[in-house]
């Protein structure tokens, strides 16, 4: 059985060393949510989720030091993005499509969202993107695969944690440790299907 979420990864990091990626799932199992994970300067992991059902789902499949639930507010306007979720308020601007972007979107989606098709380029996948998988453990016996379907720079973005400013955008570094592969150390907002098969 296969547990697909279509949606936008975004990953992006602060000059403060908050790293931040945000899952916004329109089409789940779970319905349409958004949830957040967030690794501090000090290494301490956390998920931001809206509900039990999906924190109990995204803290089988990855890993955190801390889960906090609570409402979790997406909002998208032209080329902005915005996210609210408990500590964190967090802003971002999409830029252009990267020629990654345009590789990536000229592939069939059902190519592209296909198991065996992740698992072949999972190798090129780590050269081109360094830290990036695209097939690995989802934790208990199960396998996850990453779809992308297209990739967008971030151009800017403003990141308060408890109220304190984290500074200006930042790469993505060093990666995040929730799961088996990181985030694209360039902030960006990656289109994708991902696939969970028990």
Do not use: K, N
């Amino acid at each position: 059985m296969i547990d697909r979420f279509d949606g936008w990864i975004a990953g992006l990091g602060t000059l403060r060393g908050l790293r931040v990626v945000v899952g916004h799932w329109p089409r789940s199992p779970l319905g349409s949510f958004t949830d957040v994970m967030v690794e501090r300067a000090d290494g301490h992991r956390l998920l931001l989720a809206p509900d039990d059902r999906v924190a109990e789902f995204v803290s089988a499949t990855y890993t955190f030091d801390e889960v906090r639930l609570g409402p979790v507010d997406h909002e998208i306007r032209g080329d902005r993005r915005q996210v609210r979720a408990g500590p964190l308020e967090c802003a971002f601007r999409v830029g252009g499509r990267t020629p990654l972007g345009l590789l990536l979107r000229a592939v069939p989606r059902r190519l592209a969202t296909a198991p065996r098709w992740i698992g072949t380029i999972d190798a090129v996948a780590r050269r081109l993107l360094p830290g990036v998988r695209t097939v690995g453990s989802a934790g208990g016996g199960r396998t996850e695969y990453y779809g992308a379907l297209d990739l967008h720079r971030l151009t800017a973005a403003v990141v308060r944690w408890e109220g304190e400013d984290q500074g200006p955008l930042r790469p993505v570094h060093p990666p995040v440790r929730f799961g088996f592969g990181s985030t694209p150390t360039a902030p960006s907002l990656v289109r994708i299907t991902t696939l969970v098969e028990r």
